[in-house]
Structures are given as structure tokens and as C-alpha cells.
């Protein structure tokens, strides 16, 4: 690629200056017209991004690696027995909604009931010696100003007596999330083991 007007090659990225008249005239930014850059490439022009989009990018990647903590954390409290931290991870509202049948009941709603779950004779039977592994790979976070799904795989794993390491459920999940006074909170957690009828309704927002 080469600068107008000039024989000379111009690399790739390089930002193509305006013309001197051009660069003195007031409000210019010296490189054309007073827009934003514009930067050559061998594909043509391709024009700079202005600081508020740059800004939307920015919070968006921070938001999804703020959602990916919550999800690491939601393993991290219900393997070490952090039951009250676990159910804090929730809206007040929050659900989780697992596969009928594998735990009865299926549905908990609540704070209160999350504890009754996550501090009752099934999860206590594993507690100590699990690992849920919730926040993929693979995994895809979408978000929406205070809104956010993230849908993906996860893997709880149990130890057994003779120490080895044997998988419990894989599982696929389709997480809803708030965000409540500047934290990510969790909504809804939709669960469904892998081989299940539900499993095809679970990754509605990236299969749709």
C-alpha cells in the first residue's frame, strides 16, 4: 500500500497523515478533516474506534471476566462447604433449577432454600472431597448493560476412598445474571446432565 500522492510503501497500520494545509486548520487532529485516524492497511482504511466505543468494549470484556469469577466461586464455596457464601452468590430471588429426578426437589428458589440444598444430606455427603469445575471451557457470556447469560459445559468430580478421582456428572448449563449495586449476582442457574432430554433446551441464546 502506498500514500496518496507518493510513491512511497506505506506498512501496514500505519496512520495516514492529512495534507499540511490540512493539519494547521483549527479543530484539525492532524490527520484529516478533524475526524479521528484513520489507519491504511492492505485492505483499505479502516477507521479508528471512537473512546466511548472503546470504553463499551472495555466494560464489556471486564463485566464477562467478573461473571467468569462468580461462576468460579459458585465451585469454589459449595466444594469447601462456604454454604452461605454459596447461597450470597445468589439474587435474593435466585434459582437453581436442576434435572427432575436426580435430586428431589429439583427447583430451589431463595436463599433459604439454596441453604437447605447446598447444607443438606446430598451435597454433605461429597462435601470436602468435590470439585465442580463450573466455569468451562467451553463457555460463552453474553451481556446486556446490568443483564448477562453465559451458557457452557462444567464437570464435577468426586474423590474416592482408594483416592482416585471419579466424575459425578457432566453437566450443561445456562446461567442468567444481575447486576445488583455494582456485583454480578447469579439469577438463575438451569442445569441439565449431559445425555438428558432437557440437554437441547439448555443453550437457548446460542443455538437460537
Known sequence: MRFENSNTEQPPFLVRPAPIAERNRPGSHGFGRGSLPSFGTREGIVRVPTL???????????????IRRVLVRYGFNADLGRSE??????????????????????????????LTMITGPAHKAIEGHCQHQMEGPPMIVYVDGDSAVAEGYSITYVREEDGTAQVLMNSFNRWTLKRTEGDWKIRECYRRPMGSEGQADVFKRTLS
Open 52 to 66: 466511548q466505543e472503546i470504553e463499551r468494549r472495555l466494560q464489556a470484556l471486564e463485566d464477562e471476566r467478573d
Open 85 to 114: 457464601a454459596y447461597a450470597e452468590l445468589f439474587t435474593e430471588d435466585g434459582v437453581l433449577d436442576l434435572q427432575p429426578g436426580l435430586i428431589e426437589p429439583s427447583r430451589y428458589v431463595g436463599h433459604d432454600e439454596l
